[in-house]
């Protein structure tokens, strides 16, 4: 909070990290501002304060925030570049009720907890919060604010815009170049997110992504802290879906990189807990797919216990065709290639059939 002539000038709410704030602080401080935290929240405040609406293009890193000016009685929310922290808001007729998940802003009494058609059709199309259209939830009248936007909401009404958008151009570089290109962006993301006032560990699977980030890891951390989750699986063990096991993996990368490395052990019968999938679906505020809530719950509950902070390989499957389903064949067809996996997807045969009629009607407004 920030005041002048002793009243409140700007109010921030602010969730997640901001990467640059070292540069951010220094900036800030040339231009007259004083801290006094060494946090990136109050960077955060001081940026608003001094750029107002072009502040969050300057940040780098995976945050969300609200700030407030009681002056012209102005409320302006933003989300990072690419939507990885949530932000929820709903208009209400007195103003607007905004929280990082869907339960915090239907604890409102002024909200209604009501799933529209459009909602459920999202939900039961993929049963993953990840694969929906942009800006919608699945509650009537909760919007989600997209990736890089900013919205400004005042008497005068709500304005939104994008403040960051990724323009796609033809890739033209060789493969040399693009392989040092793609090292240097790896490399200092991760010297980048490694910056903290906690120890760091990396969470290692032995898969390309969590090996590559803790490889890039070891040269901006001393020691290099690993943690990987121990299933009591071999090497010629194998999943359901014949994947590999990840234990003998992790260790080949263990006694190349020298770590100190923690295993977390998971507990099968609390996977398998209907109690505990019930859990991780409150938490997700939605569908949960099998036992990937419940391991990745369980696995961060027992990371917490040794390190406030944790690098992990996330979206790299995304970004470099990770996902089996990833083959040259759909790669050269005119189709996104999850397609050809959600079209087995059939989940309205477990719905009432009133329900299932309605679904398959046209599309609400």
């Not at 940040?59 to 949530?86: C, H, Q």
């Not at 993953?128 to 997209?146: N, Y």
């Not at 045969?349 to 009629?357: E, G, I, T, V």
Request: glycine letters at 8%; one cysteine or more; aromatic letters at 6%.
């Amino acid at each position: 909070m920030l005041e002048r002539g002793g009243r409140t000038a700007l109010v921030v709410v602010f969730t997640g990290e901001v990467y640059n704030h070292t540069e951010l602080r220094a900036e800030l401080t040339a231009r007259g501002h004083r801290f006094r935290t060494r946090s990136d929240g109050e960077v955060v405040l001081r940026a608003v304060d001094e750029w107002a609406d072009a502040a969050p293009a300057r940040m780098e890193g995976m945050f969300a925030y609200a700030s407030w000016e009681p002056g012209p009685r102005r409320l302006t929310l933003v989300r990072d570049r690419l939507g990885i922290k949530p932000l929820y808001y709903a208009q209400i007729a007195d103003g607007v009720v905004f929280g990082s998940e869907p339960k915090a802003v239907l604890a409102h009494p002024a909200v209604p907890s009501r799933l529209d058609l459009d909602g459920m059709r999202e939900l039961l199309l993929s049963a993953h919060p990840m694969i929906k259209t942009p800006g919608r939830s699945v509650f009537a009248g909760l919007d989600e604010l997209t990736p890089g936007t900013v919205a400004v909401i005042s008497p005068e009404g709500t304005r939104t815009r994008r403040y960051w958008s990724l323009t796609p151009v033809e890739h033209r570089d060789d493969l040399p170049t693009t392989v040092a290109q793609v090292r240097s962006l790896l490399d200092a993301a991760v010297t980048r997110q490694l910056r903290a006032d906690v120890p760091v560990s990396v969470l290692l699977s032995g898969g390309l992504d969590s090996s590559a980030i803790a490889a890039l890891a070891r040269h901006a951390a001393d020691p290099l802290h690993t943690l990987s989750v121990d299933l009591g699986a071999r090497m010629s063990d194998r999943d359901a879906m014949g994947r590999d096991p990840d234990g003998p993996y992790a260790e080949l990368m263990v006694r190349h990189l020298g770590s100190s490395h923690r295993r977390v052990s998971l507990d099968a019968h609390e996977l398998a807990d209907p109690a505990g999938r019930a859990h991780a679906g409150r938490l997700r505020d939605g569908l949960t797919l099998g036992d990937f809530d419940t391991s990745l719950l369980q696995l961060f509950r027992a990371v917490r216990e040794h390190f406030p902070v944790t690098l992990a390989g996330d979206e790299a499957d995304e970004l470099f065709g990770g996902y089996r389903w990833f083959t040259p064949e759909t790669a050269a067809a005119e189709f996104f290639p999850w397609d050809s996996v959600l079209g087995r997807a059939d989940l309205t045969r477990l719905l009432d059939p009133a329900l299932a009629a309605a679904l398959e009607s046209c599309r609400t407004p």
